[in-house]
Protein backbone atom coordinates (compact mmCIF):
# COMPACT_ATOMS: atom_id res chain seq x y z
CA UNK A 1 0.00 0.00 0.00
CA UNK A 2 1.51 3.30 -1.10
CA UNK A 3 0.92 6.35 1.66
CA UNK A 4 -0.38 9.83 -0.63
CA UNK A 5 2.41 12.20 -1.19
CA UNK A 6 -0.08 14.96 -0.49
CA UNK A 7 -0.11 15.83 3.33
CA UNK A 8 -3.63 16.12 3.76
CA UNK A 9 -4.33 12.41 1.50
CA UNK A 10 -1.71 10.82 3.52
CA UNK A 11 -3.92 10.51 7.14
CA UNK A 12 -6.29 8.95 5.18
CA UNK A 13 -4.52 6.29 4.11
CA UNK A 14 -2.93 5.49 7.52
CA UNK A 15 -6.64 5.46 9.16
CA UNK A 16 -7.33 2.76 6.65
CA UNK A 17 -4.58 0.94 7.30
CA UNK A 18 -5.04 0.71 11.13
CA UNK A 19 -8.95 -0.47 10.54
CA UNK A 20 -7.80 -3.26 8.25
CA UNK A 21 -5.15 -4.58 10.95
CA UNK A 22 -7.32 -4.64 13.92
CA UNK A 23 -9.45 -6.59 12.33
CA UNK A 24 -7.12 -9.22 10.49
CA UNK A 25 -4.39 -9.24 12.83
CA UNK A 26 -5.62 -9.36 16.26
CA UNK A 27 -8.52 -11.29 16.06
CA UNK A 28 -11.95 -9.25 17.90
CA UNK A 29 -11.77 -5.57 16.93
CA UNK A 30 -10.85 -3.37 19.13
CA UNK A 31 -12.95 -0.17 19.87
CA UNK A 32 -10.76 3.13 19.42
CA UNK A 33 -10.34 4.77 22.64
CA UNK A 34 -8.89 8.14 20.84
CA UNK A 35 -9.96 9.08 17.47
CA UNK A 36 -7.73 12.05 16.09
CA UNK A 37 -9.21 13.68 13.15
CA UNK A 38 -7.19 15.75 10.71
CA UNK A 39 -5.81 17.42 14.04
CA UNK A 40 -3.86 20.66 13.43
CA UNK A 41 -1.46 22.40 15.64
CA UNK A 42 0.48 26.00 15.43
CA UNK A 43 2.55 27.49 17.69
CA UNK A 44 1.83 31.01 17.58
CA UNK A 45 2.14 31.94 13.30
CA UNK A 46 4.22 28.29 13.24
CA UNK A 47 2.31 25.00 12.45
CA UNK A 48 3.53 22.32 14.06
CA UNK A 49 1.29 19.66 13.06
CA UNK A 50 -0.04 19.76 9.80
CA UNK A 51 -3.89 17.58 9.92
CA UNK A 52 -2.81 14.03 12.08
CA UNK A 53 -5.27 11.91 11.60
CA UNK A 54 -5.09 8.58 14.24
CA UNK A 55 -7.16 5.74 15.44
CA UNK A 56 -5.83 4.41 18.85
CA UNK A 57 -7.53 1.12 20.13
CA UNK A 58 -7.78 0.37 23.31
CA UNK A 59 -6.00 -1.33 25.50
CA UNK A 60 -3.22 -1.43 23.17
CA UNK A 61 0.55 0.59 23.21
CA UNK A 62 0.66 2.88 20.44
CA UNK A 63 3.97 4.26 19.99
CA UNK A 64 4.93 7.10 18.41
CA UNK A 65 8.37 7.60 16.53
CA UNK A 66 10.23 9.56 14.45
CA UNK A 67 12.95 12.10 14.06
CA UNK A 68 13.33 15.21 16.74
CA UNK A 69 11.36 17.57 16.51
CA UNK A 70 9.03 15.74 14.02
CA UNK A 71 5.79 16.88 16.73
CA UNK A 72 5.51 13.53 17.83
CA UNK A 73 5.55 15.09 21.87
CA UNK A 74 3.25 17.76 20.44
CA UNK A 75 0.56 15.82 19.37
CA UNK A 76 0.48 13.43 22.27
CA UNK A 77 0.39 16.84 24.76
CA UNK A 78 -2.66 17.41 22.50
CA UNK A 79 -4.61 14.45 23.57
CA UNK A 80 -5.08 15.39 26.45
CA UNK A 81 -4.75 19.40 26.18
CA UNK A 82 -1.66 19.43 27.68
CA UNK A 83 -0.51 22.44 25.18
CA UNK A 84 -3.74 24.89 26.64
CA UNK A 85 -1.30 25.82 28.89
CA UNK A 86 0.79 27.16 26.15
CA UNK A 87 -0.86 30.60 25.79
CA UNK A 88 -0.08 30.99 21.46
CA UNK A 89 -1.07 27.28 20.82
CA UNK A 90 -3.72 27.12 18.61
CA UNK A 91 -5.22 23.47 17.73
CA UNK A 92 -7.71 23.00 14.45
CA UNK A 93 -9.29 19.19 14.33
CA UNK A 94 -10.65 16.97 16.67
CA UNK A 95 -9.80 14.52 18.73
CA UNK A 96 -12.57 12.17 19.78
CA UNK A 97 -12.90 10.75 23.60
CA UNK A 98 -15.73 8.74 24.16
CA UNK A 99 -17.82 9.97 22.10
CA UNK A 100 -16.93 13.37 22.14
CA UNK A 101 -14.10 16.04 20.89
CA UNK A 102 -12.36 16.83 23.57
CA UNK A 103 -11.97 20.53 22.01
CA UNK A 104 -15.44 21.02 22.03
CA UNK A 105 -16.53 24.47 23.64
CA UNK A 106 -18.41 22.42 26.10
CA UNK A 107 -15.83 19.73 27.54
CA UNK A 108 -14.57 20.34 30.69
CA UNK A 109 -10.41 19.66 30.52
CA UNK A 110 -10.08 19.12 33.46
CA UNK A 111 -12.57 16.26 33.93
CA UNK A 112 -11.09 15.09 30.58
CA UNK A 113 -7.59 14.81 32.04
CA UNK A 114 -8.39 12.62 34.84
CA UNK A 115 -9.38 10.53 32.18
CA UNK A 116 -6.32 10.74 30.25
CA UNK A 117 -3.75 10.72 32.44
CA UNK A 118 0.31 11.54 31.02
CA UNK A 119 3.75 10.44 32.04
CA UNK A 120 6.20 13.40 31.12
CA UNK A 121 9.60 12.90 30.02
CA UNK A 122 11.54 13.69 32.77
CA UNK A 123 10.22 12.41 36.21
CA UNK A 124 8.78 15.54 38.05
CA UNK A 125 7.08 13.93 41.09
CA UNK A 126 5.70 16.67 43.88
CA UNK A 127 7.92 17.89 46.40
CA UNK A 128 6.03 15.69 48.48
CA UNK A 129 6.12 12.74 50.24
CA UNK A 130 5.48 9.45 48.38
CA UNK A 131 2.07 8.74 49.71
CA UNK A 132 1.21 12.79 48.91
CA UNK A 133 2.67 12.03 45.38
CA UNK A 134 0.21 9.39 44.80
CA UNK A 135 -3.15 10.88 47.31
CA UNK A 136 -2.77 14.30 45.14
CA UNK A 137 -4.57 13.09 42.09
CA UNK A 138 -7.72 11.34 44.23
CA UNK A 139 -7.91 14.31 46.34
CA UNK A 140 -8.19 16.72 43.65
CA UNK A 141 -10.76 14.64 42.27
CA UNK A 142 -12.57 13.76 45.69
CA UNK A 143 -11.83 10.64 45.90
CA UNK A 144 -13.90 9.04 49.39
CA UNK A 145 -12.72 5.53 49.23
CA UNK A 146 -9.55 4.36 51.65
CA UNK A 147 -6.36 6.30 50.71
CA UNK A 148 -3.86 3.90 51.87
CA UNK A 149 -5.39 1.31 49.80
CA UNK A 150 -5.55 3.38 46.88
CA UNK A 151 -1.81 4.44 47.11
CA UNK A 152 -0.82 0.78 48.06
CA UNK A 153 -2.62 -0.24 45.23
CA UNK A 154 -1.19 2.22 42.58
CA UNK A 155 2.02 1.70 44.19
CA UNK A 156 1.86 -1.84 43.19
CA UNK A 157 0.65 -1.52 39.92
CA UNK A 158 3.63 0.30 39.13
CA UNK A 159 6.08 -2.46 40.64
CA UNK A 160 7.17 0.18 43.06
CA UNK A 161 5.73 -0.80 46.35
CA UNK A 162 7.79 -3.50 47.50
CA UNK A 163 11.10 -0.65 47.25
CA UNK A 164 8.80 2.00 48.93
CA UNK A 165 6.22 0.69 51.35
CA UNK A 166 8.34 1.00 54.53
CA UNK A 167 9.09 4.72 53.92
CA UNK A 168 5.69 6.38 52.36
CA UNK A 169 6.23 9.24 54.08
CA UNK A 170 9.79 9.87 52.31
CA UNK A 171 10.02 12.48 49.92
CA UNK A 172 9.48 11.79 46.26
CA UNK A 173 12.33 13.49 45.67
CA UNK A 174 14.66 11.63 47.33
CA UNK A 175 13.73 8.23 45.29
CA UNK A 176 16.18 7.44 42.26
CA UNK A 177 15.60 8.59 38.96
CA UNK A 178 14.03 5.34 37.70
CA UNK A 179 12.02 4.79 40.72
CA UNK A 180 10.71 8.54 40.51
CA UNK A 181 9.37 7.72 37.33
CA UNK A 182 7.47 4.93 38.70
CA UNK A 183 6.20 6.89 41.31
CA UNK A 184 4.71 9.49 38.85
CA UNK A 185 3.36 6.28 36.23
CA UNK A 186 1.96 5.50 40.09
CA UNK A 187 0.64 8.96 40.14
CA UNK A 188 -1.11 8.62 36.76
CA UNK A 189 -2.78 5.66 37.77
CA UNK A 190 -4.22 6.32 41.27
CA UNK A 191 -6.79 8.02 39.07
CA UNK A 192 -8.05 5.71 37.24
CA UNK A 193 -7.16 6.40 33.97
CA UNK A 194 -8.67 4.85 30.63
CA UNK A 195 -5.64 6.30 28.69
CA UNK A 196 -1.88 6.92 30.07
CA UNK A 197 -0.01 8.93 27.78
CA UNK A 198 3.75 8.88 27.79
CA UNK A 199 6.42 11.45 26.80
CA UNK A 200 9.69 9.80 26.77
CA UNK A 201 8.92 8.15 29.64
CA UNK A 202 12.63 6.52 29.67
CA UNK A 203 14.58 8.89 28.19
CA UNK A 204 16.28 10.19 31.36
CA UNK A 205 16.83 6.75 32.92
CA UNK A 206 19.45 4.14 32.60
CA UNK A 207 18.98 1.09 31.45
CA UNK A 208 17.86 -1.17 33.83
CA UNK A 209 15.60 1.75 35.16
CA UNK A 210 14.98 1.69 31.43
CA UNK A 211 13.75 -2.46 31.07
CA UNK A 212 11.53 -1.71 34.50
CA UNK A 213 9.47 0.67 32.89
CA UNK A 214 8.86 -1.42 29.63
CA UNK A 215 8.53 -4.35 32.12
CA UNK A 216 5.75 -2.11 33.56
CA UNK A 217 4.42 -0.78 30.03
CA UNK A 218 3.51 -4.38 28.74
CA UNK A 219 1.63 -5.29 32.13
CA UNK A 220 -0.57 -1.60 32.15
CA UNK A 221 -1.71 -2.72 28.69
CA UNK A 222 -4.04 -5.38 29.99
CA UNK A 223 -6.42 -2.55 31.80
CA UNK A 224 -5.23 0.80 30.27
CA UNK A 225 -4.41 2.50 26.68
CA UNK A 226 -1.25 3.83 26.65
CA UNK A 227 0.54 6.09 24.13
CA UNK A 228 3.82 6.26 23.77
CA UNK A 229 6.42 8.68 22.26
CA UNK A 230 9.94 7.46 21.93
CA UNK A 231 12.70 8.49 19.90
CA UNK A 232 14.23 5.01 20.80
CA UNK A 233 12.95 2.71 18.06
CA UNK A 234 14.20 -0.72 19.69
CA UNK A 235 11.67 0.63 22.59
CA UNK A 236 8.77 0.97 20.44
CA UNK A 237 9.87 -2.37 18.97
CA UNK A 238 9.71 -3.96 22.33
CA UNK A 239 6.43 -2.10 23.82
CA UNK A 240 4.39 -1.45 21.15
CA UNK A 241 1.37 -3.25 19.78
CA UNK A 242 1.12 -0.84 16.94
CA UNK A 243 3.30 1.91 15.81
CA UNK A 244 2.59 5.61 14.11
CA UNK A 245 5.69 6.85 12.02
CA UNK A 246 5.92 11.07 12.34
CA UNK A 247 8.33 13.30 10.53
CA UNK A 248 8.46 16.89 8.91
CA UNK A 249 6.71 17.39 5.73
CA UNK A 250 7.84 19.81 2.95
CA UNK A 251 6.52 22.70 5.04
CA UNK A 252 8.05 21.78 7.84
CA UNK A 253 4.88 20.51 9.88
CA UNK A 254 5.30 17.57 11.63
CA UNK A 255 2.72 14.66 10.01
CA UNK A 256 1.88 11.09 9.94
CA UNK A 257 4.01 8.92 7.59
CA UNK A 258 1.89 5.79 8.40
CA UNK A 259 1.08 3.32 11.03
CA UNK A 260 0.65 -0.06 11.38
CA UNK A 261 1.03 -3.16 13.53
CA UNK A 262 4.27 -2.86 15.00
CA UNK A 263 5.37 -6.16 14.01
CA UNK A 264 4.59 -5.22 10.17
CA UNK A 265 6.02 -1.39 10.38
CA UNK A 266 9.22 -2.70 11.54
CA UNK A 267 9.54 -5.45 8.54
CA UNK A 268 7.59 -4.26 5.67
CA UNK A 269 7.32 -0.73 5.90
CA UNK A 270 4.74 0.96 3.41
CA UNK A 271 6.78 3.75 3.02
CA UNK A 272 9.85 4.28 1.56
CA UNK A 273 10.70 6.89 4.21
CA UNK A 274 9.42 4.55 7.10
CA UNK A 275 12.14 2.39 6.11
CA UNK A 276 14.49 4.71 5.45
CA UNK A 277 14.01 5.75 8.95
CA UNK A 278 14.31 2.74 10.92
CA UNK A 279 16.94 1.28 8.73
CA UNK A 280 19.20 4.07 10.03
CA UNK A 281 19.10 5.80 7.15
CA UNK A 282 18.55 9.32 8.23
CA UNK A 283 17.27 10.62 11.65
CA UNK B 1 60.92 31.04 19.22
CA UNK B 2 60.77 34.39 17.57
CA UNK B 3 57.65 35.38 19.02
CA UNK B 4 59.03 34.28 22.58
CA UNK B 5 62.15 36.95 22.05
CA UNK B 6 59.87 39.34 20.54
CA UNK B 7 57.83 39.75 23.58
CA UNK B 8 61.13 39.80 25.38
CA UNK B 9 62.56 42.83 23.16
CA UNK B 10 59.30 44.61 23.40
CA UNK B 11 58.86 44.45 27.44
CA UNK B 12 62.44 45.33 27.96
CA UNK B 13 61.43 48.39 25.64
CA UNK B 14 58.56 49.04 27.86
CA UNK B 15 60.11 48.99 30.76
CA UNK B 16 63.08 50.52 29.63
CA UNK B 17 62.72 53.84 27.46
CA UNK B 18 58.44 54.14 27.78
CA UNK B 19 57.88 54.96 24.21
CA UNK B 20 54.22 54.91 24.47
CA UNK B 21 53.17 56.10 21.13
CA UNK B 22 55.92 54.11 19.48
CA UNK B 23 54.49 51.28 21.33
CA UNK B 24 51.92 51.31 20.07
CA UNK B 25 52.96 51.50 16.24
CA UNK B 26 55.02 48.85 16.63
CA UNK B 27 52.22 46.03 17.75
CA UNK B 28 49.66 47.67 15.17
CA UNK B 29 52.83 46.35 12.62
CA UNK B 30 52.77 43.10 13.82
CA UNK B 31 49.16 42.04 14.33
CA UNK B 32 49.83 38.97 15.71
CA UNK B 33 52.09 39.69 18.35
CA UNK B 34 50.14 42.45 19.51
CA UNK B 35 46.99 40.04 20.78
CA UNK B 36 49.77 37.84 22.62
CA UNK B 37 52.32 39.38 24.07
CA UNK B 38 53.05 42.98 23.76
CA UNK B 39 50.56 44.30 26.79
CA UNK B 40 51.08 41.54 28.83
CA UNK B 41 53.04 43.83 31.39
CA UNK B 42 49.85 46.66 30.98
CA UNK B 43 47.67 44.17 31.08
CA UNK B 44 48.70 42.56 34.51
CA UNK B 45 49.11 46.22 36.04
CA UNK B 46 45.58 47.31 34.85
CA UNK B 47 44.21 43.76 35.60
CA UNK B 48 45.80 44.14 39.07
CA UNK B 49 44.51 47.77 39.44
CA UNK B 50 41.09 46.69 38.67
CA UNK B 51 41.11 43.78 41.17
CA UNK B 52 42.44 46.80 43.70
CA UNK B 53 39.67 48.93 42.97
CA UNK B 54 36.69 46.25 43.52
CA UNK B 55 38.06 45.03 46.68
CA UNK B 56 38.25 48.52 47.92
CA UNK B 57 34.20 48.97 47.10
CA UNK B 58 33.74 45.45 48.40
CA UNK B 59 35.36 46.23 51.56
CA UNK B 60 33.59 49.76 52.20
CA UNK B 61 30.33 48.32 52.85
CA UNK B 62 31.91 45.74 55.25
CA UNK B 63 34.01 48.05 56.91
CA UNK B 64 31.05 50.06 57.23
CA UNK B 65 28.74 47.59 59.15
CA UNK B 66 32.08 46.65 61.18
CA UNK B 67 32.14 50.07 61.99
CA UNK B 68 28.66 50.20 63.11
CA UNK B 69 28.99 47.03 65.29
CA UNK B 70 32.21 48.82 66.67
CA UNK B 71 30.02 52.13 67.66
CA UNK B 72 27.18 50.08 68.92
CA UNK B 73 29.07 47.80 71.00
CA UNK B 74 31.46 50.23 72.76
CA UNK B 75 28.71 52.52 73.77
CA UNK B 76 26.07 50.10 74.53
CA UNK B 77 28.49 47.98 77.08
CA UNK B 78 28.95 52.14 78.22
CA UNK B 79 25.24 51.65 79.19
CA UNK B 80 25.42 48.53 80.94
CA UNK B 81 27.55 49.19 83.02
CA UNK B 82 25.28 51.66 84.53
CA UNK B 83 22.16 49.79 83.56
CA UNK B 84 22.22 45.50 84.82
CA UNK B 85 21.43 43.91 81.69
CA UNK B 86 18.63 41.69 83.14
CA UNK B 87 16.55 45.32 84.27
CA UNK B 88 17.43 46.25 80.78
CA UNK B 89 15.76 43.32 79.08
CA UNK B 90 12.73 42.76 81.50
CA UNK B 91 11.72 45.75 82.72
CA UNK B 92 8.48 47.41 81.83
CA UNK B 93 8.96 50.79 82.01
CA UNK B 94 10.89 52.82 79.86
CA UNK B 95 11.71 56.26 81.44
CA UNK B 96 15.24 57.37 80.96
CA UNK B 97 14.45 61.14 80.23
CA UNK B 98 12.18 61.35 83.38
CA UNK B 99 13.51 62.43 86.63
CA UNK B 100 12.54 58.58 87.79
CA UNK B 101 14.68 56.84 85.12
CA UNK B 102 13.62 53.33 84.32
CA UNK B 103 15.17 51.76 81.85
CA UNK B 104 12.86 48.67 80.90
CA UNK B 105 13.08 48.34 77.09
CA UNK B 106 9.89 45.86 76.73
CA UNK B 107 7.66 48.50 76.22
CA UNK B 108 9.70 49.53 73.34
CA UNK B 109 9.74 45.70 72.00
CA UNK B 110 6.23 45.40 72.68
CA UNK B 111 5.51 48.82 70.53
CA UNK B 112 8.00 47.73 67.65
CA UNK B 113 6.45 43.86 67.66
CA UNK B 114 2.74 44.78 67.57
CA UNK B 115 3.36 47.50 64.77
CA UNK B 116 5.28 44.68 63.09
CA UNK B 117 2.52 42.37 63.35
CA UNK B 118 -0.35 44.69 61.86
CA UNK B 119 2.10 45.31 59.19
CA UNK B 120 2.58 41.53 58.16
CA UNK B 121 -1.29 41.03 58.97
CA UNK B 122 -1.84 43.50 56.07
CA UNK B 123 1.37 42.90 53.86
CA UNK B 124 1.62 39.05 53.49
CA UNK B 125 -1.75 37.52 52.62
CA UNK B 126 -2.14 40.93 49.60
CA UNK B 127 1.60 40.31 48.84
CA UNK B 128 1.14 36.62 48.59
CA UNK B 129 -2.16 36.77 46.39
CA UNK B 130 -0.66 39.57 44.30
CA UNK B 131 2.19 36.86 44.02
CA UNK B 132 -0.23 34.21 42.87
CA UNK B 133 -1.62 36.42 40.66
CA UNK B 134 1.28 38.08 38.66
CA UNK B 135 2.96 34.61 38.52
CA UNK B 136 0.03 32.01 37.90
CA UNK B 137 -2.58 33.87 36.43
CA UNK B 138 -2.32 37.06 35.41
CA UNK B 139 -1.61 37.12 31.57
CA UNK B 140 1.67 38.67 30.26
CA UNK B 141 0.35 42.01 29.28
CA UNK B 142 -1.20 42.49 32.57
CA UNK B 143 1.75 41.29 34.50
CA UNK B 144 3.98 43.63 32.45
CA UNK B 145 1.53 46.51 33.79
CA UNK B 146 1.31 45.33 37.33
CA UNK B 147 5.24 44.81 38.53
CA UNK B 148 6.53 48.56 37.30
CA UNK B 149 3.81 49.69 39.83
CA UNK B 150 4.44 47.26 42.51
CA UNK B 151 8.12 48.60 42.13
CA UNK B 152 6.69 52.44 42.21
CA UNK B 153 5.40 51.42 45.37
CA UNK B 154 8.51 50.49 46.98
CA UNK B 155 9.88 53.70 45.83
CA UNK B 156 7.70 55.88 47.80
CA UNK B 157 9.74 57.68 50.36
CA UNK B 158 8.77 56.19 54.03
CA UNK B 159 8.23 59.93 55.41
CA UNK B 160 5.15 59.81 52.35
CA UNK B 161 3.96 56.93 53.95
CA UNK B 162 3.71 58.21 57.62
CA UNK B 163 1.82 61.61 56.95
CA UNK B 164 -0.16 59.09 54.88
CA UNK B 165 -0.86 57.43 57.56
CA UNK B 166 -1.53 60.38 60.24
CA UNK B 167 -3.26 62.77 57.66
CA UNK B 168 -5.36 59.97 55.81
CA UNK B 169 -5.87 56.62 57.49
CA UNK B 170 -5.97 57.80 60.68
CA UNK B 171 -9.49 60.21 60.25
CA UNK B 172 -11.07 57.44 58.41
CA UNK B 173 -10.04 55.02 61.39
CA UNK B 174 -11.19 58.09 63.63
CA UNK B 175 -14.63 57.78 61.95
CA UNK B 176 -14.45 54.25 62.12
CA UNK B 177 -13.58 53.59 66.02
CA UNK B 178 -14.32 57.26 67.55
CA UNK B 179 -12.15 56.64 70.74
CA UNK B 180 -8.76 56.33 68.16
CA UNK B 181 -6.25 58.44 68.97
CA UNK B 182 -4.45 60.75 66.97
CA UNK B 183 -1.31 58.67 67.08
CA UNK B 184 -2.44 55.02 67.32
CA UNK B 185 -0.44 51.31 66.17
CA UNK B 186 -3.35 50.46 63.66
CA UNK B 187 -2.70 53.34 61.28
CA UNK B 188 0.64 52.61 61.14
CA UNK B 189 0.61 49.05 60.93
CA UNK B 190 -1.71 49.02 58.22
CA UNK B 191 0.03 51.61 56.23
CA UNK B 192 3.62 49.77 57.04
CA UNK B 193 1.95 46.50 55.65
CA UNK B 194 1.31 49.17 52.51
CA UNK B 195 5.26 50.11 52.36
CA UNK B 196 6.46 46.12 52.77
CA UNK B 197 3.79 44.53 50.42
CA UNK B 198 5.81 45.39 46.83
CA UNK B 199 8.36 43.82 48.60
CA UNK B 200 6.72 40.43 49.56
CA UNK B 201 5.03 40.19 46.56
CA UNK B 202 8.00 40.67 44.44
CA UNK B 203 10.01 37.90 46.41
CA UNK B 204 6.84 35.34 46.42
CA UNK B 205 6.60 35.83 43.03
CA UNK B 206 10.20 35.32 42.51
CA UNK B 207 9.65 32.13 44.46
CA UNK B 208 6.62 30.83 42.72
CA UNK B 209 8.32 31.35 39.51
CA UNK B 210 10.93 29.54 39.70
CA UNK B 211 8.79 26.58 40.48
CA UNK B 212 9.60 24.34 37.23
CA UNK B 213 6.59 24.05 34.95
CA UNK B 214 6.86 20.37 35.00
CA UNK B 215 5.23 20.20 38.38
CA UNK B 216 2.08 22.22 37.23
CA UNK B 217 2.10 19.94 34.22
CA UNK B 218 2.17 16.50 36.54
CA UNK B 219 -0.54 18.54 38.35
CA UNK B 220 -2.72 19.53 35.54
CA UNK B 221 -2.20 16.04 34.00
CA UNK B 222 -3.79 14.01 36.89
CA UNK B 223 -7.56 16.45 36.36
CA UNK B 224 -6.39 19.55 38.68
CA UNK B 225 -8.25 22.62 38.63
CA UNK B 226 -5.96 25.65 38.62
CA UNK B 227 -6.40 26.68 41.62
CA UNK B 228 -5.75 22.96 42.82
CA UNK B 229 -2.23 22.90 41.22
CA UNK B 230 -1.78 26.26 42.33
CA UNK B 231 -2.51 26.04 45.76
CA UNK B 232 -1.32 22.30 46.33
CA UNK B 233 1.58 22.52 44.72
CA UNK B 234 3.05 25.24 43.24
CA UNK B 235 2.78 27.47 46.81
CA UNK B 236 4.08 24.58 48.53
CA UNK B 237 6.98 24.26 46.18
CA UNK B 238 7.50 27.62 46.59
CA UNK B 239 7.53 27.52 50.31
CA UNK B 240 10.82 28.32 51.47
CA UNK B 241 10.68 31.24 49.12
CA UNK B 242 7.44 32.34 50.65
CA UNK B 243 8.49 31.98 54.02
CA UNK B 244 11.63 33.94 53.30
CA UNK B 245 9.82 36.71 52.08
CA UNK B 246 7.72 37.04 55.16
CA UNK B 247 10.74 37.01 57.62
CA UNK B 248 12.45 39.68 55.51
CA UNK B 249 8.94 41.47 55.45
CA UNK B 250 8.75 41.17 59.48
CA UNK B 251 12.74 42.53 59.69
CA UNK B 252 11.63 45.58 57.31
CA UNK B 253 8.91 46.25 59.44
CA UNK B 254 10.68 45.96 62.33
CA UNK B 255 13.55 48.44 61.29
CA UNK B 256 10.94 51.11 59.46
CA UNK B 257 11.36 54.23 61.47
CA UNK B 258 9.77 57.17 59.80
CA UNK B 259 5.64 55.73 59.24
CA UNK B 260 5.93 55.26 63.31
CA UNK B 261 7.99 58.01 64.65
CA UNK B 262 5.14 60.20 62.56
CA UNK B 263 1.93 58.34 63.30
CA UNK B 264 2.04 56.05 65.94
CA UNK B 265 3.22 58.22 68.85
CA UNK B 266 5.60 57.66 71.55
CA UNK B 267 4.19 56.43 74.61
CA UNK B 268 6.35 53.45 75.46
CA UNK B 269 3.81 50.75 76.76
CA UNK B 270 3.71 47.59 76.84
CA UNK B 271 -0.39 46.12 75.42
CA UNK B 272 -2.10 45.45 72.85
CA UNK B 273 -4.56 47.97 72.11
CA UNK B 274 -4.25 48.87 68.71
CA UNK B 275 -6.00 52.24 68.80
CA UNK B 276 -3.87 53.95 70.89
CA UNK B 277 -0.46 55.47 70.60
CA UNK B 278 2.67 52.86 71.58
CA UNK B 279 6.48 54.28 70.90
CA UNK B 280 8.68 51.80 69.20
CA UNK B 281 12.12 51.16 69.22
CA UNK B 282 13.06 53.22 65.98
CA UNK B 283 10.91 55.71 66.66
CA UNK B 284 12.48 56.03 70.81
CA UNK B 285 15.85 56.26 68.65
CA UNK B 286 14.38 59.23 66.41
CA UNK B 287 12.70 60.75 69.48
CA UNK B 288 16.12 60.86 71.31
CA UNK B 289 18.54 61.74 68.41
CA UNK B 290 16.32 64.72 67.85
CA UNK B 291 16.11 65.92 71.17
CA UNK B 292 18.94 68.07 73.33
CA UNK B 293 19.86 64.94 75.21
CA UNK B 294 23.86 65.79 75.93
CA UNK B 295 26.70 63.02 75.12
CA UNK B 296 28.31 60.51 77.51
CA UNK B 297 24.92 60.50 79.62
CA UNK B 298 22.91 57.42 80.10
CA UNK B 299 20.27 59.15 78.34
CA UNK B 300 22.00 59.34 75.22
CA UNK B 301 23.87 56.05 75.64
CA UNK B 302 20.15 54.07 75.81
CA UNK B 303 20.19 55.15 72.20
CA UNK B 304 23.10 52.66 71.62
CA UNK B 305 21.32 50.19 73.76
CA UNK B 306 18.15 49.96 71.48
CA UNK B 307 19.96 50.47 68.76
CA UNK B 308 21.71 47.35 68.96
CA UNK B 309 18.68 45.02 69.96
CA UNK B 310 17.04 46.29 67.22
CA UNK B 311 20.11 45.31 64.83
CA UNK B 312 20.12 42.06 66.73
CA UNK B 313 16.53 41.62 66.00
CA UNK B 314 16.65 42.06 62.52
CA UNK B 315 20.19 40.16 61.97
CA UNK B 316 19.00 37.29 63.44
CA UNK B 317 15.75 37.47 61.24
CA UNK B 318 17.58 37.73 58.04
CA UNK B 319 20.02 35.29 59.07
CA UNK B 320 16.92 32.51 59.46
CA UNK B 321 15.52 33.72 56.35
CA UNK B 322 18.71 32.53 54.73
CA UNK B 323 18.63 29.61 56.51
CA UNK B 324 14.78 28.93 55.84
CA UNK B 325 15.94 29.12 52.18
CA UNK B 326 18.64 26.74 52.03
CA UNK B 327 17.55 24.45 54.77
CA UNK B 328 14.01 24.02 53.00
CA UNK B 329 14.83 24.83 49.04
CA UNK B 330 13.72 21.89 46.77
CA UNK B 331 16.57 20.70 44.66
CA UNK B 332 15.75 20.46 41.03
CA UNK B 333 17.39 19.50 38.19
Redesign the interface.
Known amino acids: MEAGTAGTRRPDVALDLSANDSASANGPVKPDVLVTENLKFWYGSMMALSGISLNIPQHEVMAIIGPSGCGKSTYLRCL?R?ND?I?SARVEGRVIFDGKNIYARNVDA??????I??V?Q?P?????SIYDNIA??P???GYRGSMDDLVEHSLRQAALWDEVKDDLKKSG?ELSGGQQQRL?IA??L??EPDVILMDEPCSALDPIATTRIEDLIRELRENYTIVIVTHNMQQAARVSDRTAFFMLDEDGAGSLVEVDETQRLFTTPSDQRTEDYITGRFG | MVTKDLSRMLGARLTGRRPAAQDVNTTSGAPDAHSQFVPRRRRALIERGIHAVLFLCAAVSILTTAGIIFTLLGETLAFFRDVPIIDFLTGTRWTPLFVSQSFGVLPLVNGTLVVALVAVVVAVPIGLMSAIFLSEYAPARVRAAIKPILEVLAGIPTVVYGYFALLFVTPILRDIFPQTQVFNVLSAGIVMGFMILPMMASISEDALRVVPRSLREGAFALGATKFQVTVRVVVPAALSGILAAIILSVSRAIGETMIVAIAAGLQPKVGFDLLSSMETMTAYIVQVSLGDTPQDTIEYRTLFAVGTLLFLMTFVMNILSDWIVRRYREVYE
Do not use: I
Request: overall charge positive.
Open positions: NMLSVQMRRRGMFKNPFPKYGKVNLCRAAV
